[in-house]
């Protein structure tokens, strides 16, 4: 079983779709949780952490349920520039302070 | 802050060939990362460091792959002698201390190996 499992798509939405990534994770002593978003040709950069009790960017909506070992990402409102990898990341922790594990990414086109 | 830096960005060379990546991370940051994308494997971490202290290299394929980190300034990527497989794009990264902070990428290096 991979570390860090993710769909890898692709998602082809309209503009003002609303879409969900999710994602799971294999060590429950994971500690830190993130989602980067990756362009065509362009570094992963970071798009928000995700914390125990669900945060929220303006149309991202990260949430984590840590009994099931499980993260998901929602996007409102889709726009054109929201088109990109989504990257779901885990800190392991422990020995692996300061490791991150990628997922495979999940690909988002939206489309007029 | 001017980021991560990489050089060069672009790299062709001929198998057998020895290739050099560099990476300046940010300042004050105590990790140091160098990951591998392809399109069959995402990204794989290679190395990292903290401290300039190589603390974990399993992701480093095979003896071929090295890398130094000789400064807190500074660091490097080296394959010898390069093979076609290793073509890729190269990400080093760098993160601080702080628990939960994260990393941030540098623009990568685009290898090519005829």
């Known amino acids: 079983r991979k570390e860090v499992e993710q769909d890898p798509g692709p998602f082809n939405v309209p503009e003002g779709a609303t879409v969900a990534f999710n994602c799971t994770y294999s060590?429950?002593?994971?500690?830190?949780f993130f989602w980067y978003r990756q362009d065509c040709r362009k570094e992963p950069k970071l798009l928000m952490s995700?914390?125990?009790s669900g945060n929220e960017d303006g149309r991202f909506t990260a949430q984590l349920n840590r009994a099931s070992q499980y993260i998901s990402l929602l996007i409102r409102d889709s726009k054109l520039s929201d088109s990109a990898t989504y990257l779901c990341?885990?800190?392991?922790?422990?020995?692996?302070?300061?490791?991150?594990?990628f997922g495979q990414g999940t690909i988002l086109t939206v489309h007029p | 802050d001017a980021g991560v830096i990489q050089s060069p960005r672009h790299e062709v060379t001929e198998m057998g060939q020895e290739v050099t990546l560099r990476c300046k991370p940010i300042s004050g940051h105590d990790y140091l990362f160098w990951y591998r994308q392809t399109m069959m494997r995402g990204l794989e971490l290679l190395i990292y460091f903290n401290n300039n202290v190589p603390i974990d290299d399993s992701g480093m394929p095979e003896d071929r792959f090295s890398a130094k980190m000789p400064n807190a300034s500074f660091s490097t990527l080296k394959i010898q002698p390069s093979e076609p497989r290793d073509s890729a794009v190269y990400f080093c990264?760098?993160?601080?201390?702080?628990?939960?902070?994260?990393?941030?990428f540098g623009p990568g290096t685009r290898l090519l190996v005829l």
């Open positions: 990341v885990v800190n392991q922790g422990g020995t692996s302070y300061g490791k991150l594990t």
């Open positions: 990264a760098s993160r601080g201390t702080s628990w939960g902070e994260t990393q941030y």
């Open positions: 995700v914390y125990s």
């Open positions: 060590n429950s002593a994971s500690q830190s």
